[in-house]
């Protein structure tokens, strides 16, 4: 699991965060978002006045320089490791304290500037300022099926959608219902226009869907879902259910198929997650396979107290609760209401109907900080970050899950900066890149830039010319030796390169393209260095096989 894999860390993660015994865990910091990384400076203070010169003579001190009051900052030559060396220092009678100088997720928190946004009791309760600093929704689709969405409403962006019911392209409710209208409004209604509300994924766009009204059949629910894959939504809400009371839902192999369709063909491979009401009709709903057995997103509601509205079904299937009873986006005319004066917005839109879009906005808020997140990171992330809530009720089990709120109410704030990250950059490409010769095939590449700093390794795809690619996972180094893949003689091979990160890789660089030649050259040693320390996959001698011009052409670059 992924977030297992984050919080993994060695003990020589750990540094003292002042002049105490007590050690503080760089990768725990990095997860709870109280830090983003480290500087690899340190900062310290003497015992008493003494001599800078103590400091530069200390092995691995690049530059001393002095802060204002008693701080000082130590720069460190490059490949010194800063928190070993903080530790060395905290035992130095000289040094009263000494810790790395930590990067800080310091932002300015921005808010729209829709009117009716200090009504929205939602939008503080999970932390959506926090969230709206990474991330608006920009770029994003959400899917709303539903009774459809009324097109031309002044607080809503809209594509251009279908009617299932109609067999036509206009998503217009035609019996003055309005809770599609609404439910878009929860996910994405239009934020920083000086108008209305601010949905929770506010510059999103909604793909709406209308196949509620009517006689719904299997292969209308199976079209509106891979419909809004192919339609390109990164999350497709559905706050809608089965009959009334917890009845027996089968999922069906059509049904199966299609969050299969989700999960492999949404956002070209990455997935699309789909968000279904738990429901409102109090009860269980153990036997709802649709919802237990599937890839679905369950959503709880939950009240002001933070306590379970008591309509909001419960049950394993549960997997998230979030907030209802909202003010949202209304028909024009009609509807539920008006909202001081203004029959485009209406109060108290509640049930798991109104909760169920909050998770489906925040969803897309992740996606847009994250563009490389699959649906299961996703639904793992949303569970991790998730605040329990209702302690004395909610019944958590040993796996931190509860019938009736999941994994806890989102939390969107911690969600979004949990995965705000970056994709790494090119790595550039060194050697070969017109010829290798035999026994002698190094690749190499300088280090792909990475503005998080966190690049876990790199992923090497190569081929000989119109054969299948051969892909290799290699850690964080910058060479790889071919030198025993049993590539022919004067082969034409490809190659290309990209850096990863806990979320996955980067982009590919251009392909190389180089020959295997089979030209002797004479073998040539560089002193102080070590002739298997440079081998890294493989069993030929990359120092036997690299030749002069090779070597040291590495050397140079390096």
Known sequence: MLLFCLTAFAADD??????????????????????????????????????????????????VRALRGEVISLSLEPGTDDLALARKLHADPHIAWVHPDLILPIHMLYMPDDPFLPDEWHVEHIDLPLAWDYASGAGQIIAVVDSGVQVGHPDLRLLPGIDLLGDDTDPTPDDGNGHGTSVAGVAASIGNNSSGTAGVAWDAEIYPVRMIGGATTNQDVYDAITGSVDAGAGVVNNSWGFGSGCVSIPLTRTFEAM???????????????????????????????????????????????????????????????APTGLLT?????????????????????????????????????????????????????????????????????????????????????????????????????????????????????????????????????????????????????????????????????????????AWGPGAWTEEAVFSYIPVPMETHEVAGEDPGSCQVAGGSSLWLGLGALGLLRWRRRG
């Open 259 to 321: 969050f299969d369709y989700a999960e492999v063909r949404g956002r070209g491979g990455l997935g699309t997650v789909v968000t279904f009401a738990a429901g409102n009709d109090g009860c269980d709903i153990v036997d709802n396979e649709f919802l237990g057995g599937s890839t679905a997103l369950v959503v709880a509601a939950v009240e002001r107290d933070d306590h379970r509205a008591s309509y909001s079904s419960f049950g394993e299937a549960v997997d998230i609760a």
């Open 14 to 63: 750990l540094f003292y965060p002042d002049e105490g015994d007590r050690q503080l865990s760089i990768g725990t910091l990095v997860v709870d978002g109280s830090i983003l990384g480290r500087s690899g400076r340190l900062l310290l203070a003497l015992r008493e006045p003494t001599d800078l010169a103590y400091l530069s003579k200390i092995e691995g001190v690049s530059q």
């Open 329 to 501: 986006t209304d028909l024009t005319p009609d509807g539920y209401g008006s909202y001081q004066g203004e029959d485009a917005f209406a109060d108290g839109f509640g049930g798991t109907s109104a909760a169920t879009p909050v998770v489906s906005g925040v969803v897309a808020l992740m996606l847009e900080a994250n563009p490389r997140l699959t649906a299961a990171q996703v639904r793992e992330v949303l569970c991790q970050t998730a605040t329990r809530i209702d302690l004395p009720t909610a019944a958590y089990n040993a796996d931190g899950h509860s019938i009736y709120y999941g994994c806890g109410m989102v939390d969107a704030g911690a969600a979004v900066a949990t995965v705000a990250n970056g994709a790494p950059g090119l790595p550039v490409l060194l050697y070969p890149i017109e010829e290798a010769y035999e026994g002698r095939i190094l690749l190499g590449w300088d280090p792909a830039a990475d503005a998080d700093d966190d690049v876990l390794g790199y992923e090497l795809a190569w081929s000989l010319s119109g054969e299948e690619e051969n892909l290799v996972q290699i850690g964080n180094v910058t060479h790889y030796d071919l030198g025993a893949a049993g590539i022919p003689l004067e082969s034409e091979v490809h190659w290309r390169l990209r850096a990863f990160d």
